[in-house]
């Protein structure tokens, strides 16, 4: 399974950017992490099968949607109201549900795309 994110890019403090992920076959659950310099990597948002439960970080929860269209298959990051700290390389991650897994742990991923970079300015 290959992934492949895009749509980063410099914006002002308050803007908007779409981020999207192309993947080369459908995957249960995707999600979006990130990394700033410095810092691990931290979850940001996930996405059941039929895009019924979503989840996110209380640090993004209100500004971003994570959205999917399997017959694409094909999972997006709309992130409004950006924030310097939003600044980070912004990977997209698919897997399979294993028994115990949840949604916002590395480990619950299985494939991962190359990311790509998000930068804030104030």
């Known amino acids: 399974v290959q992934l492949q994110a895009s749509g980063g890019g410099s914006v002002q403090a308050g803007g908007s950017l779409r981020l999207s992920c192309a993947a080369s076959?459908?995957?249960?659950?995707m999600g979006w992490f990130r990394q700033a310099p410095g810092k691990e990597r931290e979850f940001v948002a996930a996405?059941?099968?039929?895009?019924?439960?979503?989840y996110y970080s209380d640090s993004v929860k209100g500004r971003f949607t994570v959205s999917r269209n399997n017959a694409k298959n094909m999972v997006s990051l709309q992130m409004n109201s950006l924030k310097p700290d939003d600044t980070a390389v912004y990977y997209c991650?698919?897997?399979?549900?294993?028994?115990?897994?949840?949604?916002?742990?590395?480990?619950?991923?299985?494939?991962w795309g190359r990311g790509t970079l998000v930068t804030v300015s104030s």
């Open positions: 996405i059941s099968w039929g895009g019924s439960s979503t």
């Open positions: 076959s459908v995957i249960p659950n």
């Open positions: 991650a698919a897997g399979y549900p294993k028994y115990g897994s949840g949604w916002s742990s590395t480990k619950d991923y299985d494939y």
